[in-house]
C-alpha cells in the first residue's frame, strides 16, 4: 500500500499563490507520481497537471502558465506550484500517482481563492 497525503491548501486572495506538496509513504517501490487532479463543488474530478511517460508534463488549459508541476522522487514528493489564482480555480485538490498500473490518491487539500 502506498499512502499520499496533500498539504499547503488554503485560503488566498485573487491573484496569489499557493504551493502544494504531495508525500507518498509507505509500499514506495516502483511507485510514481503522476499528477494533480482538482474537484470543484458540484463538478467532476478534472486533470489539472501530469507528468508524461516521458517525463514531460501536461497542464490544463486553464491553468497553463500559471501552475507548474515538479517531482522530487528521491525525496518521493511532488508538488504544484500555482500562481495568478482565480476565484475558479477554488476546489479540492488531489495527487495521483500509479504503482503496478494501481491508482493511488490523496485525501485532498482545499483551495480556496477570494475575490
Known amino acids: 500500500q502506498v499512502q499520499l497525503v496533500e498539504s499547503g491548501g488554503g485560503l488566498v486572495q485573487a491573484g496569489g499563490s499557493l504551493r502544494l506538496s504531495c508525500t507518498a509513504s509507505?509500499?514506495?517501490?516502483?511507485?510514481?507520481?503522476m499528477g494533480w487532479y482538482r474537484q470543484a463543488p458540484g463538478e467532476q474530478r478534472e486533470l489539472v497537471a501530469t507528468f508524461t511517460s516521458i517525463g514531460s508534463t501536461n497542464y490544463a488549459d486553464s491553468v497553463k502558465g500559471r501552475f507548474t508541476i515538479s517531482r522530487d522522487n528521491a525525496k518521493k514528493t511532488m508538488h504544484l506550484q500555482m500562481n495568478s489564482l482565480k476565484p475558479e480555480d477554488t476546489a479540492v485538490y488531489y495527487c495521483?500517482?500509479?504503482?503496478?498500473?494501481?491508482?493511488?490518491w490523496g485525501q485532498g487539500t482545499q483551495v480556496v481563492v477570494s475575490s
Open positions: 509507505g509500499s514506495i517501490f516502483s511507485f510514481n507520481f
Open positions: 495521483n500517482g500509479l504503482k503496478f498500473g494501481y491508482n493511488y
